[in-house]
T-cell receptor, first 116, second 111 residues
Framework: EPEVTQTPSHQVTQMGQEVILRCVPI?????FYWYRQILGQKVEFLVS????????KSEIFDDQFSVERPDGSNFTLKIRSTKLEDSAMYFC??????????????FGPGTRLTVL | QKEVEQNSGPLSVPEGAIASLNCTYS??????FFWYRQYSGKSPELIMS????GDKEDGRFTAQLNKASQYVSLLIRDSQPSDSATYLC???????????FGKGTSLLVTP
């Protein structure tokens, strides 16, 4: 069964460094998402991406964040200058639009980002 | 800010019993509702989606939706220890892009 994959599974970085988290969505999906989950807290929406542009972003997704689909398979999240509070699990999700309310997002296994 | 509320639990039920998980949402215009299961340290895994008022059954799981009361629930019949996890209720935002998640209810099924 097709699934969303993410690399790396765990990323440790120093505060102020740039990180790129990578995702390979399910191949026939057209909508792509990033969510994060700080330890012990709820899953929070960051950004959605469709047709090579951002379709929606949350207030969390500030100028330090960017997303890109550099080729036909990868979807990346870049954090330009990491802060301690960026430490979280980052989930990529993808969706095959079937027309309105029935669309379902499938999540990848996540990347645990630790900022020291 | 559109809110999705869940009792954090833990909800403890004996093996073989019915577990009942509840969720309320604030946006009366919400159309699509999802239940995800999340094991500790893992990603959310879709269990069920529901869009129409009433019940929807899938194996041991039944989702119930009452849009007038802005209430969605998940029943797990014949609960098993492997069902022990956090259950997340999620609702699409008005834009239809973002999923708004509740904090989740922790379920513990005891042998």
């Amino acid at each position: 069964e097709p699934e969303v994959t993410q690399t790396p599974s765990h990323q440790v970085t120093q505060m102020g460094q740039e990180v790129i988290l990578r995702c390979v969505p399910i191949s026939n999906h057209l909508y792509f998402y990033w969510y994060r989950q700080i330890l012990g807290q709820k899953v929070e929406f960051l950004v959605s991406f469709y047709n090579n542009e951002i379709s929606e972003k949350s207030e969390i997704f500030d100028d330090q964040f960017s997303v890109e689909r550099p080729d036909g398979s990868n979807f990346t999240l870049k954090i330009r200058s990491t802060k301690l509070e960026d430490s979280a699990m980052y989930f990529c999700a993808s969706e095959a639009p079937s027309g309105g309310a029935t669309d379902t997002q499938y999540f990848g296994p996540g990347t645990r980002l630790t900022v020291l | 800010q559109k809110e999705v509320e869940q009792n954090s639990g833990p909800l403890s039920v004996p093996e073989g019993a019915i577990a009942s998980l509840n969720c309320t949402y604030s946006d009366r215009g919400s159309q699509s509702f999802f239940w995800y299961r999340q094991y500790s340290g893992k990603s959310p895994e879709l269990i069920m989606s529901i869009y129409s008022n009433g019940d929807k059954e899938d194996g041991r799981f039944t989702a119930q939706l009452n849009k007038a009361s802005q209430y969605v629930s998940l029943l797990i019949r014949d609960s098993q220890p492997s069902d022990s996890a956090t259950y997340l209720c999620a609702v699409y935002s008005n834009s239809g892009y973002a999923l708004n998640f509740g904090k989740g209810t922790s379920l513990l099924v005891t042998p």
